[in-house]
């Protein structure tokens, strides 16, 4: 057991965090408290979940006239976006807190808390993992992230030498 999941003042820490990395906010330590991170969270989350449901109001109104074939597809995509209004509605902090209070606190599995917060086991499996990630400074890149880096970097290095050359 993580030692943040059991001490209150780390756990926060961690929660904050994550939180921040989910909505790519920064913050600078020496001008905010941990309230005013929260609150930011929750002002930005909220914004979120707003922009979220027209999205997924546009998702729905296609899936009526979406052929068969494609309706497994759009079905995932509306699954997924319902997903996030409903985790940016409870709180992504308050759903972190409940999460590893019922999982490493209690001592529940990922199909029981799933059960209890009324979301998948797979999603509290990957939160558990992205609160490792905070807890542990980890920054998670993907394959196309890492890939479009690469090309960017070589279209800088053209354009300076190009600039070099001129």
């Known amino acids: ?4 999941a059991v001490r209150d003042v780390e756990l926060r820490n961690v929660i ?26 929750r002002q930005t989350e909220l914004k979120y979940a707003a922009s979220y449901h027209i999205k997924l ?18 079905e995932i995509q ?8 409903l985790m940016a509605r409870r709180g992504n902090a308050s759903v972190a807190a409940a999460v590893v209070y019922n999982y490493f606190r209690m001592g529940w599995d990922s199909v029981t808390v ?7 086991p797979p999603h509290i499996r990957q939160l ?8 542990d400074d980890i920054v998670y890149h993907s394959q196309k992230f890492l890939a ?5 970097r070589a279209g800088a290095a053209a354009r300076k030498a190009a600039r070099g050359l001129d």
Not at 1 to 4: D, G, I, L, N, Q
Not at 148 to 152: H, L, T
């Open 1 to 4: 057991m993580p030692s943040w």
């Open 128 to 135: 558990l993992a992205r609160l490792h990630n905070a807890a």
């Open 57 to 74: 109001r546009g998702l729905l109104e296609r899936y009526k006239t979406e052929p068969e074939e494609k309706r497994s597809k759009l």
């Open 78 to 85: 509306i699954g997924n976006l319902d997903s996030q209004i």
């Open 16 to 41: 904050l965090k994550f939180c921040e990395r989910r909505f790519y906010l920064r913050k600078d330590p020496a001008v905010i408290t941990d309230e005013q991170r929260l609150q930011r969270i």
């Open 148 to 152: 479009g880096r690469v090309v960017r």
């Open 114 to 120: 799933a059960q209890e917060l009324g979301i998948k």
